[in-house]
């Protein structure tokens, strides 16, 4: 699909870099060095596929742009980029109506893949959606240009391991399966960091945790784990700053 983009992003170098990609493989785009000139630029939306939205810009957030974009368009499709990703910002920007999640620093092939799967699904429209909801639909996103879908769970026969497998997707690429093992002294020691008995959810908690743990690597690696494994060896500051965030949240079923 050749697509009308709109990029509105304040670093010169990030708006030609993605200029050129993108034109590079039959995209048309437009840009813009800031909030203001973007929603100017955007108008009703009527003439563009896509808009690429930087995160931090002087005047207009990118988080206060895209509400502003879907009141004027419900419909559309927008990629939040940013260095700076957090489940709080990931939250707000799907209840806002964000496509895709893009971390800079990215390559080219990673910006052209994101914006491919972005325009290959159904518009999101996360209006009036409870925070518990928009925290699955977290997942299904995509990040740097992936998406997973949970396959199975269970526990390691040999290790006691709760174990959660993902296929994983991206645009012009075969799926791909990767396993996530949460180790039984990892859960204890998110029992001991909650003071808690029982985690809220019970195994959907568990699988949340692990779909952290993927939706992490993706967003650092732009790629997945290698040998398509990734164990939980620790109670990392990110995984901390998820519990704090997701413990007053009962997750959907």
Not at 117 to 136: E, I, N, Q, T, Y
């Amino acid at each position: 699909m050749n697509a009308r983009i709109l990029v509105i992003d304040d670093e010169t170098n990030i708006r030609t870099m993605i200029k050129l990609a993108l034109e590079h493989v039959g995209h048309t785009i437009e840009t813009a060095s800031e909030g203001k000139e973007g929603l100017e630029k955007y108008g009703d939306g009527k003439d563009f596929d896509l808009v690429l939205l930087d995160q931090r810009m002087p005047g207009m957030p990118g988080i206060e742009v895209l509400a502003a974009i879907k009141k004027r368009n419900a419909d559309a499709r927008l990629i939040l980029i940013t260095a700076f990703g957090t489940i709080d910002l990931a939250l707000e920007a799907m209840q806002t109506g964000a496509s895709d999640f893009l971390r800079k620093p990215f390559t080219a092939d990673t910006l052209r893949a994101s914006v491919t799967a972005a325009l290959g699904k159904p518009c999101l429209k996360m209006d009036a959606v409870p925070v518990k909801l928009a925290c699955r639909e977290f997942y299904r996103a995509n990040i740097n240009g992936f998406g997973f879908e949970l396959d199975h769970e269970g526990e390691d026969d040999r290790t006691g391991d709760f174990v959660c497998t993902f296929k994983v997707s991206r645009s012009h690429a075969s799926n791909s399966m990767v396993r996530i093992a949460l180790p039984t002294y990892v859960k204890e020691l998110v029992l001991a960091y909650t003071d808690t008995e029982h985690v809220p959810g019970g195994v959907r908690f568990w699988q949340a945790m692990c779909e952290e743990a993927l939706a992490n690597y993706l967003w650092q690696n732009a790629d997945t784990p290698a040998e398509g494994q990734l164990r939980i060896e620790d109670l990392s500051s990110s995984l901390q700053r998820w519990l704090d965030s997701v413990l007053t949240i009962s997750l959907a079923d």
